[in-house]
């Protein structure tokens, strides 16, 4: 009887094994919103930073040990955008499973083509990451090589499910052709509008749609701006018939709204992270989102 129970209680533990869900944590939400695209209902997914966030510079709890100390897999973005917090966390984690070149570490900056890759570094520069502007999330065109990046890990660590994964991301891309299409057309009055954004967030999304970046807020990237950049930029702007200034929800208003003020142009608050805004709770919706709030930032 002894050995029955014994038997019961190993076929429940393989049962249990079989059907368990992959423990995904990723950095971001945007990771997270396309982990949950592709692995459906077998992962449960994580973010550690909210999307009212900045990506760089992450409140690190000490529950983020514990949570990636169970995790199967990790997504970040890499190119140094979660450099500043990410790293200690996996560090003091102690999980061989998402160390970095293990497995369960998916890194989806690798193969994406990057902007603004310098040709030196020096720390007079700002805060210039080695790799590239590493705010590729919002380039929607990155998309399918990113959820393609997860997929392929996913059946890696997953190999049962690989047919579950690559269905998903065979509806993902069908989903994702139709909105680039979509978004192409209503992004029309965009092209060629002059914008200034307070960090370089948003050079991915102003490629991807046309429109023309003139300059920074910040005087250089992660530099909090000074009254003689700001002085300097103004009438530069205002010559060149800046219309816009972007800002995420998480920046200080004042000078952004200054600046705008002093050109004639109109403050636009466009999240840069899925959450940034109670309406962009996935990838797609945040791409929506900013969008509508730019096309609004035109209207008389």
Not at 135 to 145: E, K, R, S, V
Not at 240 to 246: H, I, N, P, Q, T
């Amino acid at each position: 009887m002894k050995q029955f129970f014994c038997l019961l209680a190993a076929l429940a533990l393989l049962t249990g094994a079989a059907h368990a869900r992959l423990n995904v944590v990723a950095s971001l939400p945007d990771f997270a919103s396309l982990a949950e695209d592709i692995g459906g209902d077998k992962v449960k997914v994580t973010s550690l930073a909210k999307g009212t966030e900045d990506a760089h510079f992450v409140d690190a709890k000490p529950s983020f040990i514990r949570v990636l100390n169970q995790a199967d897999a990790l997504i970040e973005g890499g190119a140094e955008l979660e450099q500043g917090w990410l790293p200690p966390l996996v560090l003091n984690a102690r999980n061989p499973r998402i160390l970095p070149n293990a497995p369960g570490h998916i890194v989806l900056a690798r193969g994406l083509k990057l902007l603004d890759v310098p040709t030196k570094l020096d720390r007079s520069q700002g805060d210039v990451h080695a790799a590239g502007n590493p705010h590729f999330n919002l380039d929607p065109g990155n998309f399918q090589a990113m959820a393609a990046t997860i997929a392929e890990a996913f059946a890696r660590l997953d190999a049962a499910n690989a047919p579950h994964y690559a269905a998903n991301l065979k509806r993902f891309n069908e989903r994702l052709a139709g909105r680039l299409v979509e978004w192409d057309k209503l992004a029309v009055p965009l092209r060629g509008v002059k914008v200034i954004t307070y960090h370089k967030s948003f050079d991915y999304l102003a490629a991807r749609f046309g429109l023309e970046v003139f300059g920074q807020i910040e005087p250089k990237p992660g530099i909090e701006p000074t009254p003689t950049h700001i002085n300097t930029l103004i009438p530069q702007a205002k010559s060149a018939g800046v219309k816009l200034v972007l800002m995420e929800p998480n920046r200080a208003r004042k000078t952004p709204q200054f600046v705008a003020d002093s050109i004639g142009a109109r403050l636009v608050v466009c999240p840069g992270l899925v959450g940034g805004a109670p309406e962009a709770k996935s990838c797609f919706e945040l791409i929506e989102f900013d969008l509508r709030a730019l096309l609004k930032g035109l209207q008389p």
